[in-house]
Structure formats: structure tokens, C-alpha cells
């Protein structure tokens, strides 16, 4: 949603102010510029990437036009499962939960938090490392290193696309410049044209370099740091798990370790202190 008001924004701005300077907006529309400088830097995308992160850029492109789904709400129930999980853990042994880490999109228990579940990588992240806990085989020194490396991997991979986006933003100026040297090389071989239209071709050939530089700053440099800001923010709930589950190996009590997990969350989604309490009274009222 932002994404579209700031392109409004920007578009309103340029072109808005050209107008009310006097200029004409006919003039700007060079459909044949377009081609040559969306086509040069598409081209230049595939030469310098594999179809892996290709893909991967694709795939991201449309989760940045929507909102964050890391929401106070997916915390809220992130925190309450961590909670119950290891209050499970305490009062009925490791193996009581061993059902549910094994198969979490068929347990009860997983199934009461949607949007917990609804994120594939939140599941498996969590899952795999309580089912290191559950074989009893876990240190919380080498537990923590593990997760930390895992989470750096995958902080590793997302960044791909925003590396591919910042390039392709990068080199819009540059085949600016290419579209508009070729409108003043069709500019000069056109020199027995009346004055007139030799001023119309150079008009033209200057919306390359014009159209270059609102593409790479307007448009696609933007998409990258929204890109890698999304990143950072997927990476949060993983963070969380870790200092929970960590907290618990260490011996404290599962309103503590889910407490340590919840300090780490961004402070805009962040559950408050009296919100989740009076979570876990609602669900401890429940007999969950």
C-alpha cells in the first residue's frame, strides 16, 4: 500500500512540477526510451544472476507491495506456543511434546495459533530445534551457535534479491545515458531537418537520461531498501525462539524463558509486559 502512494507521490511530484513549469508532458512520453533502458537493465538481471536467486527475486517482488505479516498478533501467539511448549515440557517430561514437534501441521497444539503455523519457516525453525531438545542430546552453548549459524544463513540467502534489486537500480542511470546517446546519435545523422525537429529529437534523446535516473532512484532503489528492511524483520522471530528456548536450558521456568524471548522483539510489535500476562492467565484459566 505505501509502495503505490509513494510511486504516486514521486510521479505527482516530477511530472506535477514539469507541468506547472511550463513544460509539456507529450514530450516526456517515449515509449521507444522506455524499451531500450526496462530492456537493457532486465537483460543485464538475467546475465548476472542464476535462475536460483532469479527466482527468488520474483518471488519476492510481491511481498513488497503488501504489509508486514510479522504483526504484534503472530508474536502474541509465537510467545503463548513457546509457552506452552515448554510448560508441557516441565510438567510432563521432553517426550511429551515429541508428537507435536515431529508432525506440526497435523498437532492440536500447533493448530490453535494460525498464524504461527501459516509461516512455514517459523514451523520448521522451532520444530527442529525442540526436537534436538526432546533427544536429550542438547547443550545450550552448541545449541545457540547452531541456531545463531542458521540464522546468519538464512539472513545470507534472503539477502540475494536485495543484492540483484540495488544492481539493477545501480545500472538504470547508466542505460539512461545509453538510450539517450543513441537519441543524439539518431539526432545527428537527422542534421538537414529543420530546426525545429532537430530540437524535438534532442528533447527526446534527454528523457533517456531522465527516464534512467527516476527508474534507479524513484522506483528500484527504493524496492531494495524496503527488501532488506523486510529481511531484518523476518529474521526477528527466529532470534525470539532462540533466547527462549536457550533461557529454558538454562533452567528458568517458562514465563521466564518466553519473558527473554519477548524482550527481543521489535518495540513496535512487541507484545507489552501486562498484555501477555494476562495472556498466559486466559490461557491458564482455560486449563490450557
Not at 506456543?81 to 510432563?92: F, G, I, Q, T, V
Not at 524463558?257 to 486466559?282: H, M, Q, T, Y
Request: glycine share 8%; hydrophobic share 50%.
Amino acid at each position: 500500500m505505501w509502495v503505490v502512494i509513494g510511486y504516486v507521490v514521486v510521479l505527482g511530484s516530477v511530472f506535477g512540477g514539469f507541468a506547472l513549469s511550463g513544460g509539456h508532458l507529450a514530450a516526456l512520453f517515449q515509449p521507444l526510451e522506455l524499451l531500450m533502458i526496462a530492456g537493457a537493465a532486465i537483460g543485464a538481471f538475467l546475465v548476472g544472476n542464476d535462475i536460483a536467486i532469479i527466482k527468488a527475486t520474483l518471488k519476492v517482488f510481491p511481498t513488497l507491495f503488501k504489509g508486514s505479516k510479522y504483526t504484534s498478533e503472530l508474536y502474541r501467539q509465537l510467545l503463548l506456543l513457546l509457552y506452552r511448549l515448554l510448560s508441557k515440557m516441565r510438567a510432563d517430561g521432553l517426550m511429551a511434546i515429541e508428537s507435536d514437534v515431529e508432525r506440526p501441521y497435523e498437532s492440536a497444539l500447533f493448530a490453535e495459533y494460525p498464524l504461527v503455523i501459516a509461516n512455514h519457516h517459523i514451523v520448521e525453525f522451532l520444530s527442529d530445534y525442540l526436537r534436538l531438545i526432546v533427544s536429550g542430546k542438547a547443550d545450550p552453548f552448541q545449541l545457540e551457535n547452531l541456531m545463531d549459524n542458521e540464522i546468519d544463513t538464512h539472513h545470507a540467502e534472503a539477502e540475494f534479491p536485495v543484492h540483484s534489486i540495488a544492481k539493477m537500480g545501480d545500472g538504470l542511470p547508466a542505460f539512461g545515458i545509453v538510450a539517450a546517446v543513441m537519441g543524439v546519435v539518431h539526432t545527428m545523422e537527422s542534421v538537414g531537418l529543420p530546426p525545429a525537429e532537430l530540437g524535438m529529437l534532442i528533447a527526446h534523446a534527454l528523457v533517456g537520461t531522465f527516464l534512467g535516473i527516476l527508474l534507479a532512484y524513484g522506483f528500484v532503489t527504493p524496492l531494495a531498501n524496503l527488501c532488506e528492511q523486510k529481511i531484518h524483520e523476518s529474521a526477528i522471530p527466529f532470534h525470539c525462539i532462540k533466547v527462549t528456548l536457550i533461557a529454558s536450558l538454562n533452567g528458568n521456568p517458562p514465563s521466564i524463558a518466553v519473558e527473554f524471548g519477548r524482550k527481543v522483539l521489535f518495540s513496535n510489535v512487541r507484545p507489552s509486559f501486562n498484555e501477555f500476562d494476562d495472556a498466559i492467565r486466559e490461557a491458564k484459566s482455560k486449563g490450557i
